[in-house]
Structure formats: structure tokens, C-alpha cells
């Protein structure tokens, strides 16, 4: 389907989102052992990546990685895909992620 399509030839597909997503995917979680796995950071892996290659305008922005571990605790990885794409795509303000306005009015 769609989303094994999106996590087929990362390295194919160069992306700047990338580089963050492997930096946070350790600092995610890090004393929790259930995402301290190799199995769950290549969860997270794909749906971080996967999201970064459908929607390269957000791409990947920090703390989406600790939204895509939340997900996975409860969710395979494509319906984990799906929830993440939900929430930034439909319940989120459009410019949530891309100019920061929705977080910076979070954090007043």
C-alpha cells in the first residue's frame, strides 16, 4: 500500500528531515525499555520518514518523534502513519509545524 511505498529506498531519497529524525530517535523516550529497542526505534524510523516523504512542506519537525512513539504503544506502524498524518494534517492548525505559530502560542 501507500505507506510501504513511502518506507521503501530512504536512501534513495534524500531529505534534510533525515539527519533530525536519526539524532531524536535515541533521545526519545531514552529510560523507558520499551522504546530503548532497536525494534521500536525502527518503528519509529518509518513512520517519522514515511510522514517526511508525504509531506516534505512539514517535513519533520522535533517532537513529532515523541507524538510517532506515544502512537506506537498502542498502534501498528501504518495506523500509526495514518494518526500522525490525522493529527498534523487535519486537527492541528496548517501552520502549526511550518512557521511555528501554533507552538509558539502553546507556550504562552
Known sequence: ??????KQNFADYPNPSFNQIELDLKRTFPNLKSHATPEREGEMRHVLYAYAKRNPTIGYCQGMN???????QEL???EAF??????IES????DYYTI????IIDQR
Not at 1 to 6: E, K, P, T, V
Not at 82 to 87: D, K, R
Not at 91 to 94: F, H, N, R
Open 1 to 6: 500500500g501507500y505507506f510501504d511505498s513511502l
Open 66 to 72: 515523541f507524538i510517532a512513539a506515544m502512537l506506537l
Open 76 to 78: 501498528e506502524e501504518e
Open 82 to 87: 495514518w494518526v500522525l498524518c490525522q493529527l
Open 91 to 94: 486537527l492541528l492548525p496548517l
Open 100 to 103: 511555528m505559530t501554533g507552538i
